[in-house]
């Protein structure tokens, strides 16, 4: 059997915007994140290990207090 392998980074972006009035250059700044989750793609558990990845997200974000009416799962 072969381990998963995940890797996450957070970074910054930025959008650089003109306003049409008094021509003001300015650039906005953003943090993002991004999280990989890799499985190998012979191996015939992919299933199993998704639906457990979707339950563990989701546990952990009704953990750090989002509101669940708020969320959306969307089914594949």
Request: aromatic share 22%.
């Given at each position: 059997m072969k381990i998963p392998?995940?890797?996450a980074q957070?970074?910054?972006a930025f959008r650089n915007e003109i306003t049409p009035r008094n021509y003001?250059?300015?650039a906005r700044e953003f943090e993002q994140m991004e999280i990989?989750?890799?499985?190998a793609p012979d191996?015939?558990?992919w299933p199993v290990v998704y639906k457990d990845w979707i339950e563990?997200?989701?546990n952990w974000l009704v953990k750090i207090g989002l509101d669940v009416h708020k969320?959306?799962?969307l089914e594949h």
């Open positions: 392998f995940g890797i957070i970074g910054k003001i250059f300015r990989e989750y890799f499985i191996d015939d558990v563990t997200s989701w969320m959306h799962l």
